[in-house]
Structure formats: structure tokens, C-alpha cells
């Protein structure tokens, strides 16, 4: 019964799936599957299995607000449901209607954020985000002239698919190792990175090493540009939750044997950049700054917020 699901949610464990939003298209994808495929009994069986299948795909990787949230909106409706087909129905429909409308906020960022990038820029990424690749390919397709240096992003080097994605795509791009961000900064004239999570106080939390592109690019007098999806906001931090950052196993780092007995490996795979070195936050809603980013969670939201908050 739940194939699919740990399938997926094992795939997601492993790396094979990864960055935030295919992790929660992928997530909400087999939730979905899940629901179409549900052979059970009674809506109340559906309603247990539906949590079990949650867990297991919430479990893949525990730090994930955009994959929360991705189940979330796919499970949402279902405890309105008066009968079993009503809530298989809405969770196959929320699961499509989120990868859609995800995707599709994809594509607008591209839009959005490509008039951010002129002909003749130098742009700088880390790691691999499909909305800020968006964005760098919509520029090169509409003819701007531009290159971009790519971070190789240690320990599972994202940047390599970086790279390859980007000079598929016709864009002169040049891999360099994450410690050369600082002496690459000051030929560069805009940074585009994506984001894991988003926090009510516009804080980003996105791949390890991201806060030294800001620290540099700030140092640098380089705009700092977010490139995400409004879902990756996080609404509990708006109540006081702290986004855990996730750690990896060390020998993502070194290989058993290669240090000396007793060495400690420390592998967080994300870091915090304060909303002061930010400079835009380009979304599907518009470019918004790191002030505005709990006016939009208020707004999508809408009451049930302040039922949150009223069961805290
Ligand atoms: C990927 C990463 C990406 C964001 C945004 O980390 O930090 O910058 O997830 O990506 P990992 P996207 O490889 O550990 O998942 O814009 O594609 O959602």
C-alpha cells in the first residue's frame, strides 16, 4: 500500500531527488498517487493510513518546510471529507493542483526576475536552484549577454548540475570551488540564489555556504537576489518555531578511514543569511523584500492563521 510512497521518500533520502521544490512536487506527486491507488475500507482507515503515509514521506528529510507544506496542501481537505471517495478525490486533485500551480510559479520568477538581469551581466549561483536557473536561462534566451560563475557546492556538488543545466542551455558558465566566491565577487554584478525556507522575519535558510555568497556580495556592493516560491515561506516561524537545520552524515564529507581516529566531522547542509544582506526576494507574487514576507504568509493564509496560533 505504501510502495510508492516510501519509494519516493527514499528517493528523496538518498539525493537522487533533490532541492526544494522537486522534493515537495515529488512528495506531493506520491501522496497523490497514494490516494488514487487506495484500495481500503472505511474513510476513517483512509484518514489512518493517509497520517502513516504522511509520516513516512515527512520523515525523508525532517527539515523540509517545502515539502511540509507540499503534503500539507495535498492532505488538507481531507477532514471535511464526508465520504471515502470525497477524500481520495481531494487529495489527488490538491496533489496535481500543487504540482501545477508550482511549477507554474517557477516560470514566473524566470519572467519576473531575467528584467533583474542586463546585457553584459556577470551573475554568481550556489548550489542548484530551479528558480534561479530560471531565472539566468529566461535572461540568455532573450538574447542578454551573460556569464555566470557557478559554486561547486561541497559535500554532494550540486554546482556540477549546475553547470551542466546552464551550458546545455547556451550560457557561458565557470564551475569554481565554494572557497573562491569572496575573489570572484567583485567581477561579478548580481547574485541569484534559491531557498529551502523562508522565515516571517525574511531571514533565508537554503544550501551551506550561502550565507558567505551575502557576506561577500554585501562586502561587495552586489545585489543579493532570493529567487522562491511563496510556499517555501515558513508560517511557524511566524509563532516562535526555529527552522531546524539539517545534518548530514559525515562521511558525506570524508570517507571512513581518510581522518585521524577521534576527528569530529560537523556536515549542516543549510546556513541562515539575516534579511539585512537580502536585497530582493523575487517570487511568483512579484519582488517583494525580506520586510514584506509576513504580510504575504498573513495574506495567503488568511484566519486560519490566528487558528494556529489560538491551539499553540
Ligand atoms: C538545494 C538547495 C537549493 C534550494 C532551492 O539543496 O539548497 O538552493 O533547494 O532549490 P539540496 P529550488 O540539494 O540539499 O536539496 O529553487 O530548485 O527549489
Known amino acids: 500500500m505504501f510502495d510508492t510512497v516510501k519509494g519516493t521518500a527514499s528517493e528523496i533520502k538518498d539525493m537522487k531527488i533533490r532541492g526544494a521544490g522537486r522534493i515537495a512536487r515529488a512528495g506531493a506527486s506520491a501522496m497523490g498517487e497514494f490516494a488514487e491507488n487506495y484500495g481500503g475500507g472505511s474513510l476513517e482507515e483512509f484518514r489512518k493510513d493517509l497520517e502513516t503515509a504522511r509520516s513516512i514521506m515527512l520523515g525523508s528529510r525532517p527539515t523540509a518546510v517545502s515539502l511540509w507544506n507540499g503534503v500539507q496542501a495535498c492532505v488538507k481537505d481531507v477532514y471535511g471529507a464526508a465520504s471515502l471517495e470525497e477524500a481520495k478525490e481531494s487529495v489527488a486533485c490538491n496533489a496535481k493542483l500543487f504540482v501545477e500551480t508550482s511549477s507554474k510559479a517557477v516560470e514566473f520568477i524566470a519572467k519576473i526576475g531575467a528584467k533583474r538581469v542586463r546585457d553584459g551581466d ?35 556538488r550540486q554546482g556540477l548540475l549546475t553547470v551542466k543545466e546552464l551550458s546545455e542551455a547556451g550560457v557561458d558558465v565557470t564551475l569554481i570551488i565554494d572557497s573562491a566566491v569572496r575573489s570572484v565577487m567583485s567581477r561579478t554584478n548580481g547574485v541569484f540564489v534559491g531557498a529551502d525556507t523562508v522565515t516571517s522575519n525574511g531571514e533565508l535558510i537554503n544550501k551551506i555556504g550561502t550565507s558567505q555568497l551575502a557576506l561577500a556580495a554585501n562586502e561587495a556592493g552586489v545585489p543579493f537576489n532570493v529567487c522562491t516560491e511563496t510556499y517555501k515561506f515558513s508560517p511557524m516561524t511566524m509563532f516562535g518555531d526555529i527552522v531546524t537545520i539539517e545534518e548530514r552524515d559525515c562521511g558525506e564529507v570524508a570517507e571512513a578511514g581518510t581522518i585521524p581516529k577521534g576527528v569530529k566531522v560537523y556536515n549542516p547542509v543549510f546556513d541562515i543569511t539575516p534579511a539585512k544582506y537580502i536585497g530582493a526576494i523575487i517570487t511568483e507574487q512579484g519582488i517583494i523584500s525580506p520586510g514584506s514576507v509576513y504580510d504575504v504568509m498573513v495574506r495567503q493564509l488568511g484566519n486560519d492563521i490566528w487558528k494556529t496560533r489560538d491551539n499553540l
Do not use: F, M
Open 122 to 156: 556577470v551573475l554568481l549561483t550556489h548550489c542548484n536552484s530551479s528558480a534561479a536557473l530560471g531565472i539566468i536561462k529566461k535572461a540568455h534566451a532573450q538574447g542578454k549577454d551573460i556569464k555566470v560563475y557557478a559554486t561547486e557546492s561541497r559535500p554532494w
